[in-house]
């Protein structure tokens, strides 16, 4: 672990080149737009999330495939000069993923995926990394590579009481959710409601209480934008944590600097609140730039902000 390292996490994920424009008015089906111009960016939910961490601080071990083309070449130089461990990053003979992002000047997007490489990651991946794995202070996951890589990684985080956190984007309703304990679930709202069935703030605790346990869900958080997150325990606790109001000009990747940024700090030791109000943070800061990598905060400049919101409260 270097200096700067603090805690150390595994990243079960996807890596896509994001091909970004920008439109006034989103197409409707059948609709041809043009736009202001093509960029090109690092993104993947799963790497998206792993960069968040790392600039956070945390030892990042990273599990994903990527092709043997030049963008997957260069996207795994890219991840090892920034400090992630790629031992475990697979080169596949099928295209790096690409998703296709389209933005308009509300904020809305809508975005394609052609997952390529990212469809290659298997369980025994996850096997060969095993004794990395175990070694993590949490392990993040979302659903954009296949699941059976997911639950094989959190079972054996399972049997060692390593925190799970599952970020189910995009959802996917197959997956086995009685398979494995899910530590902290986190979702935007329209997530909220396809995984748990309903929305958690309109139904009764008990029932929402209920539908966790059949989940095997520890902590539900509700990302909700510029709104406070919410928060909903198993046990029947809820809370709320306030996020830092900003102007958004491109939502992309927010979520994942939030789910990123919370699981480095989770694994750091800092308690749920702590590290639910340093990952709003991080994820409003993250909508200043364009991109889903390039405008993550580090530790620093989230620390920063906590410490002015505190001093204002
Ligand atoms: O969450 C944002 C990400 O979703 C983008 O980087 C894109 O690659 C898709 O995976």
Redesign the pocket.
Known sequence: MSDTSRASISVIG?L?I?YFTKVSALPSPGETVSSTGLEL?R???GA?QANAARRQGAEVHFFGCVGQDEEGKAYRDALDADGIDVSFLKQVSTKT?A?F?TVDTAGENM?V?APGANDKLGSDDIKAGRSVLLESGAVLGQF?TPLEALVEAAILANKENIPVVINP?PVRLEFPWHMVKTDYLIVNEGEASEVLGFAPMSEEPGILRQRLHELRVEHLIVTRGGDETLVFTRTGDSFSVETLPVLPVDT??A??AFAGCFTARIADGAPLEEAIRAANCAGALTTLGAG?QNPVPDRQKVDQHLEHLAAKS
């Open positions: 996807s896509n994001d960016f993104g993947g939910k998206n993923g998703a992002i975005i995926i954009e984007s992309v990747g979520g994942d889903a």
